[in-house]
């Protein structure tokens, strides 16, 4: 993701790399959802809210349309906790207020 053009143009090779192990060393990797509900005009994004609940996410960050376009998710399901879509930028600002 890192090495898109897009990015990559904003972010030192060094940066990232440094980013990518600090990432590997506090990621929490999730199993996969069970029961993906489509609430996203978009299927494929269907995916990425059901881990979200799932794994009792405070927030998932992402820069798509479709999940930014979902102003709240439906009611979650019993046992998962509901969760925000947030922009990479929104989220980088609440990052930065708890500092």
């Not at 143009?9 to 990518?20: G, K, L, N, Q, T």
């Not at 060393?25 to 978009?42: C, H, T």
């Not at 609940?53 to 102003?71: F, I, M, P, W, Y």
């Not at 925000?84 to 708890?98: G, I, K, T």
Request: net charge negative.
């Amino acid at each position: 993701m890192l090495a898109r053009p897009k990015l990559a143009s904003r972010v030192a090779p060094e940066d990232a790399r440094a980013f990518v192990a600090w990432l590997e060393r506090v990621a929490i990797v999730a199993p996969d959802p069970v029961g993906i509900v489509a609430l996203s005009p978009d299927p494929g994004d269907d995916y990425l809210l059901a881990l979200a609940r799932a794994n009792r996410a405070g927030a998932l960050v992402s820069g798509d349309a479709h999940l930014l376009d979902l102003e709240s998710t439906t009611e979650p399901a019993p046992g998962h906790a509901e969760y925000r879509v947030l922009a990479p930028a929104v989220f980088a600002d609440l990052v930065d207020s708890l500092r």
